[in-house]
T-cell receptor, first 112, second 113 residues
């Protein structure tokens, strides 16, 4: 089955700096990838997604990069703010699109 | 409709008791999912419904876990004879029929004492 891993459990950045959170997945047939933000006591909140036919997708202050060759996914947050402090998860769907496999999460801490 | 609603937000129960959680999905979403999240881990898939049909339940953790979605709207997750290892956050999500656009609720945190 699919496995998803994150490279760093914790990331500390200075307010205003850019943040990069990484994720690796195992199934080369994976088609759809999502980044979620989870604050304490809340459910995962959708940030941005990308399909396998794309390499890059941009949102407001966030960019997701997909490298299918090495099965690597990254989330870039520009001008990180204190409100960005949370745990970030990458998730990958199975081929039927009915199940998400999550990585272990990276806790982003933003220093003022 | 402002999102996926879960009730209760918190549940403390004694070992051996049965518990039931409710999820109300986004009204136009046909698919409904249950996940479990333990401390420090990502959510783990349990089961999903398309309308009232439970199409995947092999990931339910044991036969003590069951889920229903009788009219294709709200869903319930029941855990019978709870154990301390069942303590976790139980998350519900819904999506449109094609399976993308997942939206999660805030979860029910279960503590078994």
């Amino acid at each position: 089955g699919e496995s998803v891993g994150l490279h760093l459990p914790t990331l500390s950045v200075q307010e205003g700096d850019n943040s990069i959170i990484n994720c690796a997945y195992s199934n080369s047939a994976s088609d759809y990838f999502i980044w979620y933000k989870q604050e304490s006591g809340k459910g995962p909140q959708f940030i941005i997604d990308i399909r396998s036919n794309m390499d890059k997708r941009q949102g407001q202050r966030v960019t997701v990069l997909l490298n299918k060759t090495v099965k690597h996914l990254s989330l870039q947050i520009a001008a990180t703010q204190p409100g960005d402090s949370a745990v970030y998860f990458c998730a990958v769907t199975n081929n039927a699109g009915n199940m998400l496999t999550f990585g272990g999460g990276t806790r982003l801490m933003v220093k003022p | 409709d402002t999102g996926v609603s879960q009730d209760p937000r918190h549940k403390i129960t004694k070992r051996g008791q049965n518990v039931t959680f409710r999820c109300d999905p986004i009204s136009e979403h046909n698919r409904l999912y249950w996940y479990r999240q333990t401390l420090g881990q990502g959510p783990e898939f349990l089961t999903y419904f398309q309308n009232e049909a439970q199409l995947e339940k092999s990931r339910l953790l044991s036969d003590r876990f069951s889920a229903e979605r009788p009219k294709g709207s709200f869903s319930t997750l029941e855990i019978q004879r709870t154990e301390q290892g069942d303590s976790a956050m139980y998350l519900c999500a819904s999506s449109p029929a094609y399976g993308y656009g997942y939206t999660f609720g805030s979860g029910t945190r279960l503590t078994v004492v």
